[in-house]
Structures are given as structure tokens and as C-alpha cells.
């Protein structure tokens, strides 16, 4: 059974740029996907139709059994858990703690358990320092680290992310393949990240001017690296 599958996706920007191109593949529970390409390539276009940003111009996105679409908006967000490429998009309370609780408290948990989770992913991306500190004053680094923890700490049955250790340092970067790992849901991450991919994502989906250029297992596609 698959937890994502798309088909024929195409999306147009409005001036007309076709970023996607008819795309199609499916993601079973579980796996870890590498999302890789050139710049342009349209890895970031498609992560955004996952959690319905963007609308298909053609084609369908569907989450386990839900199509993507206005009206399933609620439902998918509560299941898919997007780390923007830019933290920018997804960091706007005063401190570091109210952002990362946001989510948990969108989901109507009880305090404690907010209180928990967002320990617990602050402690995950080695910040919980800094929780009274504003998102806006934070290294480029930190920011990433942020974006990462506020979607962790609504554990997301899927977690989708977008150049996820751009701007991190050697440490931080290491200690997020790491904690990525032990995290067992789907995930599906686009990356310039050659360990991350290697290390992390069991199958690779290439993509070139907007078409998958291959899909299969991480061990195969780079067997010559
Ligand atoms: P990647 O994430 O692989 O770098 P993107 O999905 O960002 O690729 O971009 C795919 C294509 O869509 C590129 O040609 C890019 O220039 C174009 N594009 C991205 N965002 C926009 C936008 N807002 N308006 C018009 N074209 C865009
Ligand atoms: P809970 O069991 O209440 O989800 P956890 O202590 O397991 O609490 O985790 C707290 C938060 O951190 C959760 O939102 C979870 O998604 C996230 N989390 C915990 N462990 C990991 C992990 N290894 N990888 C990614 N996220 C994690």
C-alpha cells in the first residue's frame, strides 16, 4: 500500500515556466527517498505539491488514500511534515520555543505533552540553549536547525524536506543524518547532500528539467561513485 503516489504531475508557474513535466512515481511506509537534480531541476516545485502549496496543472498527488486539494488541506497537514527550503517561510513567533510548540499546540495536545515534544526535538537538533531566543536573530545554521525541530515535534507521519542540511555545520549536519535515521516514518528529501543520500535514503529518484530521470535503489544508482 502506498503512502504517496503521483501521477502525470505537471505544474506551470504563472509565466508560463513548466517546472514539472508528467511525473510519476509512488512511496511505499517507511522508505526513505533521495529527491536529487540540478538547480531547476523542479525537486523543490514538487515537494510543494505534497503538502498542497502548490496545485497540480496536471496530474494527481494523493497522501495514503486523500487527494491533495483544498478541501483535504487540514487532514494532509496533519500528516505530512514540510521543512522549507527556506527557514524563513516557517519561522514567524517571537521565540524559538513558540515556534517549534506551534504545531503541537495546532493539534490540541495537552501542556505536558506540547512541553515534551518540544524538549524533545529542541534536544534532537541540539538547541534547546536557545529556546527563549528570537528565530530572527539566529545564525542561517540555527534557523535550518529550528525549521527542522518545529516539524519534528509534530511527529509527522511523513516528513518531507527540502535541502535540509544547507547551512549547517559539519556537526550539525552529521547529527541530523543521524537523528534522521532513527526516525522511522516516511520520509522523501531533496538534497545536494551526497552522504545524506548514501547514508540515509535507501532508494534515489533523479529528476532533470522536470521529468524522473531514474528511480531505484541508492546502491544501484551510484555504484560508480
Ligand atoms: P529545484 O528545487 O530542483 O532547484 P525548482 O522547483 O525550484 O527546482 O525550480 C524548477 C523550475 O521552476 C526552474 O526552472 C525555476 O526557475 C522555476 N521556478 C521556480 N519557482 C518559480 C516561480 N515562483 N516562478 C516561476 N518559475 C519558477
Ligand atoms: P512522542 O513519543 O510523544 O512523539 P518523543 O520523545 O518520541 O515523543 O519525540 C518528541 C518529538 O520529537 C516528537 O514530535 C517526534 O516526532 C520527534 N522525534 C523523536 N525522536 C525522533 C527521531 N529519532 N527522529 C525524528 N524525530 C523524532
Known sequence: HHIIEIHNLEYAYPDGTLALRGASFRITHGESVALIGANGAGKSTLLLHLNGCLTPTKGSVRIGDIPVMKSTLPTIRRTVGMVFQNPDDQLFMPTVYDDVAFGPLNLGLPVEEIEKRVKDALSLVGLAHIKEKSPYRLSAGQKRSVAIATVLSTSPNILVMDEPSSNLDPKSRRNLINLLKTFTHTKIIATHD??????????????????????????????DV
Open 194 to 223: 551526497l552522504d545524506m543520500v548514501l547514508d540515509l535514503c535507501e532508494r534515489t529518484i533523479i529528476l532533470h528539467q522536470g521529468q524522473i530521470m531514474a528511480d531505484g535503489a541508492t546502491v544501484e544508482l551510484f555504484q
